[in-house]
């Protein structure tokens, strides 16, 4: 692929002029087959930015990121670790929707390392102008993008860490050192068995989350 970079503003002052522009990115395929680029929402000046992984199929057809059930779970566990859901800004590593068409169903594919490397230029434009405290990863996919791909959320979860030094290649994020802190993706939530204590293990690390807040 040949990346997001060609298609981003490098003079941005707002969000909204990387959304525009992200509207028409080609840096990879992923364009081709996905409804339409799914953006970053949420309030510009955010002490908190979330990254997730990619937009589901709810989100491709809205345009909206965490929209779908998803969106749903993780914004009642924000509201319930003490975290204002007004008062935050949510995005994706990845921008555009990856599935595998069977039959009519459209079925959710992780990204590869080529779209996740690709999509990156969209988040350091993100936080170049949110200039956030801290990032909450979500899940394996953006524990690849921000934390490198031998970063393992289970083992690491729930525990506040100086980022990018924490990123497996720093230089890459041209942005001041904040604070980073990985959770598990609100959709393992819904997939798990035990759905409550999932839920409420999500909920724990939200709350050191908002210990770097307070
Ligand atoms: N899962 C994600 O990672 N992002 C979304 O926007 C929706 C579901
Ligand atoms: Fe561009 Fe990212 Fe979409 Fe690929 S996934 S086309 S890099 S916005």
Known sequence: PIGAQHFVPPRAHEL?????????????????????????????????VFVGEQPGDVEDQKGLPFVGPAGRLLREAVDDAGIDPGHVYITNAVKHFRFELRGKRRIHQSPGP???????????AEFALLKPELLVVLGATAAKALLGPSFRVTRSRGQLMPWPASAQHPG???????????TIHPSAVLRADDR???????????KVAATALA
């Open 172 to 182: 890459d994020f041209p942005v001041a050192e904040i604070q980073a802190l990985a």
């Open 114 to 124: 080529a779209h996740i490397t690709a999509c990156r230029p969209w988040l350091v």
């Open 16 to 48: 909204d002029e990387l959304k525009a522009a992200a509207a028409h990115c080609e840096g990879c395929e992923l364009y081709q087959n996905a409804t339409q680029t799914v953006f970053g929402r949420g309030d510009a000046h955010a002490r908190v």
């Open 196 to 206: 409550d204590a999932a839920y409420q293990s999500l909920v724990d690390d939200l």
